[in-house]
């Protein structure tokens, strides 16, 4: 298990925003965009954690249907969120349990539209993973930081229909049969020797969050 250790005092917070390609056939999805939040947490551990989200952000879009909208826990303080749109594009978001799900998903609704209109659908031909920037979804995740205060200013707005049908779902039980996240851990790219090290060290950690 990767463990996340939060010495702070706990809140709402959002620690990632990731955009991904879904691929058919249960291929990797590719990473297009990657934001993260990771200030509130030691300095020594911020780039597992980068790590760490990247990778149940990448294995719940494997494991989605496009159209789909999950929730996933794993023992954990924390949820990975994510909206795979019929097109393809996949928006997830890293936040604590506390965050509101209509929230969260309006915000992942809006960083998909703000991704697409940006890249003017370029994404769709790209075939490896890519770091691009757009300024508008680093300025989403700060302004989502506060849920009060968007919740606010959304509030008029209808309910999205696309947020009705969230499943809220253990990461185990997306895993095919036989399948351990020990064993998916070890293998993903996503997560560095140290990373891999750190999860392997977590019973002796005195932690008080697990992502994974």
């Not at 947490?41 to 989200?53: H, L, Q, V, Y």
């Not at 996933?72 to 997830?92: K, M, Q, Y």
């Not at 229909?161 to 809220?168: F, H, Q, S, Y």
């Amino acid at each position: 298990e990767l463990v996340i250790r939060n010495n702070t005092t706990p809140e709402m917070k959002i620690i990632a925003l990731l955009i991904f390609k879904h691929q058919s056939g249960g291929n990797q999805p590719i990473l297009l965009s990657q934001y993260y939040d990771v200030s509130s947490f030691g300095f020594f551990t911020r780039s597992s954690i980068k790590e760490g989200c990247r990778f149940v952000c990448r294995e719940v879009v494997k494991r989605s249907t496009r159209g789909e909208s999950l929730s996933i826990a794993h023992n954990t303080d924390f949820l990975c969120h994510s909206r795979v749109s019929e097109n393809g594009l996949s928006a997830t978001a890293v936040c604590d349990e506390e965050y509101p799900t209509r929230v969260i998903f309006t915000m992942l609704l809006k960083a998909l539209a703000t991704f697409d209109g940006a890249n003017n659908m370029a994404w769709r031909t790209m075939t490896s993973d890519q770091n691009i920037r757009v300024s508008e979804l680093e300025e989403l995740l700060k302004e989502y930081q506060n849920p009060e205060e968007v919740d606010n200013i959304l509030k008029i707005r209808r309910e999205v229909d696309e947020t009705r049908d969230i499943m809220v779902r253990n990461i185990e039980s997306l895993l095919e049969r036989g399948e351990k996240l020990e064993d998916l851990m070890e293998i993903s790219t996503d997560l560095s020797f140290q990373s891999k090290a750190f999860a392997k060290r977590t019973d002796d950690l005195n932690s008080c969050c697990v992502i994974l």
